[in-house]
């Protein structure tokens, strides 16, 4: 149901923009977001949308990065630029996807690994 790409290995300073897409039978879909999960630690929050666009990010990435998404296209992004090394992590994206008007779920995409070297 979701489909992330974008990640890769990135230079400190640099940018990468990650795309998260929702597929399937979808009637709407509600808030979308991004998570980490860096090696031998818990999956934290990074940000989220909703779908009428009102943000919200961790301190640590704010001014850093942005989320936005294409409501067309059941699509959210994450911008990340100033990356640092400690943003070195596998990213997932959520998303709360409604196949009817009363069935909604919470649904995650598969992963897409950052590395920021120093």
């Known amino acids: 149901q979701l489909q992330a790409s974008g990640g890769g290995l990135v230079q400190t300073g640099g940018s990468l923009r990650l795309s998260c897409a929702a597929s399937g039978k979808i009637y709407s879909v509600n808030g979308m977001g991004w998570y980490r999960q860096a090696p031998g630690n818990q999956r934290e929050f990074v940000g989220s949308i909703t779908a009428g666009g009102r943000t919200k990010y961790v301190d640590s990435i704010k001014d850093r990065f942005t989320i936005s998404r294409d409501n067309a296209k059941n699509t959210v992004f994450l911008q990340m630029n100033s990356l640092k090394p400690e943003d070195t992590a596998v990213y997932y994206c959520?998303?709360?996807?409604?196949?009817?008007?009363?069935?909604?779920?919470?649904?995650w995409g598969q992963g897409t690994q950052v590395t920021v070297s120093s």
């Open positions: 959520n998303a709360v996807i409604y196949t009817s008007f009363f069935d909604g779920d919470d649904y």
